[in-house]
């Protein structure tokens, strides 16, 4: 099982396990060791599983106001997990391949494999729920080839952004390109950086 593979069998499995109960107040229950990277990636599809869910219902027009600003912080507070765990992976990734010589040719990538896998993780999520579209039952057949032809092209879409992260992932471990990661520099979370939070005037 090649590395996508393993990313889509467990985002698959993770969004199943979700939805056994589907409350976004449902405590995860992880089933692999802890720091492998096996645990990172069911965490990481766990956070964006819950938080499409948390999205679904912000967009309630009946919601509370007050209960939509708390709803608020708990997606604010998932984004910078989401965000945190990215690095976290990638981390995982430049202590893989640290020994790697890098070929003078070598370019870099637009993106770290991370933020690869993170759309990878969001589009399991598409599929999952694109799925369910075309299999509801009280839908006009209008819908339901609409959502048909849109699950088709989210599948496509998986099969190629797993072949070019295996090409990515293959790149650096062979030299022909190296990774460099840049933190994300979040300014709004931060008391020293948000004129809200620091008391700008």
């Excluded at 589907?22 to 956070?47: A, C, G, S």
């Excluded at 990638?90 to 690869?116: C, G, H, M, Q, R």
Aim: charged fraction near 30%.
């Amino acid at each position: 099982m090649n590395f996508t593979e393993l990313c889509n069998t467990i985002f698959v499995r993770v969004i199943d396990d979700y939805h056994k109960t589907d409350n976004v107040d449902t405590p995860i229950n992880n089933p692999f060791e802890f720091k492998t990277i096996e645990y990172y990636l069911y965490l990481k599809n766990w956070i964006d599983t819950v938080q499409w869910h948390f999205e679904d219902i912000i967009r309630d027009p009946n919601i509370d106001p007050a209960a939509a600003l708390v709803l608020k912080r708990r997606i604010d507070k998932s984004n910078q997990d989401r965000t945190d765990l990215v690095e976290l992976i990638d981390s995982y990734f430049l202590d893989k391949y640290k020994d790697v010589k890098v070929l003078p040719e070598a370019v870099i990538n637009t993106e770290s494999p991370a933020w690869a896998v993170d759309r990878l993780s969001i589009l399991a999520l598409k599929i999952y729920h694109m799925q369910e579209q075309v299999d509801r039952t009280d839908a006009t057949e209008e819908h339901i080839a609409q959502c048909t032809k849109k699950l088709n092209v989210l599948l496509e879409q998986r099969q190629d952004l797993s072949s070019a992260i295996e090409q990515l992932i293959s790149d650096i471990e062979s030299g022909r390109r190296y990774m460099k990661v840049y933190k994300q520099m979040k300014m709004y979370n931060d008391p020293d950086t948000n004129p809200v939070l620091y008391g700008k005037k």
